[in-house]
Nanobody, 114 residues
Framework: QVQLVESGGGLVQPGGSLSLSCIGD????????MGWYRQTPGNQRELVAS???????TVANSVKGRFTIVKDDAKTTLYLHMNDLKLEDTAVYYC????????WGQGTQVTVSG
């Protein structure tokens, strides 16, 4: 069983910054693509950003230039650095390994309000 544990969510004002972390098993980081998804009530989970096992990046247009995904293999930690946060970034953010059909973290709430 692969475990992914997110942390770092919280409440932030528009224009603020927040960083999320996801700690996982070392094998997951080595062999799977890793990513961040988000979900709001009544909507499907959507990809925010992902990084393949070879380092190829995919970033949603809605967050491009504001969010950065970073994978630290030595620490088996995936980060999402979020800047210039907007009201519409409010969501539960999920760490993922291997794509939507495989492994998920428990989610962490990000609320942009002010």
């Amino acid at each position: 069983q692969v475990q992914l544990v997110e942390s770092g969510g919280g409440l932030v004002q528009p224009g603020g910054s927040l960083s999320l972390s996801c700690i996982g098993d070392g094998g997951v980081f080595k062999f799977y693509s890793m990513g961040w998804y988000r979900q709001t009530p009544g909507n499907q989970r959507e990809l925010v950003a992902s990084i393949s096992a070879h380092g190829a990046l995919t970033v949603a247009n809605s967050v491009k230039g504001r969010f950065t995904i970073v994978k630290d293999d030595a620490k088996t930690t995936l980060y999402l650095h979020m800047n210039d946060l907007k009201l519409e970034d409010t969501a539960v953010y999920y760490c993922n390994a291997g794509g939507p059909t495989l492994f998920w973290g428990q989610g962490t709430q990000v609320t942009v309000s002010g």
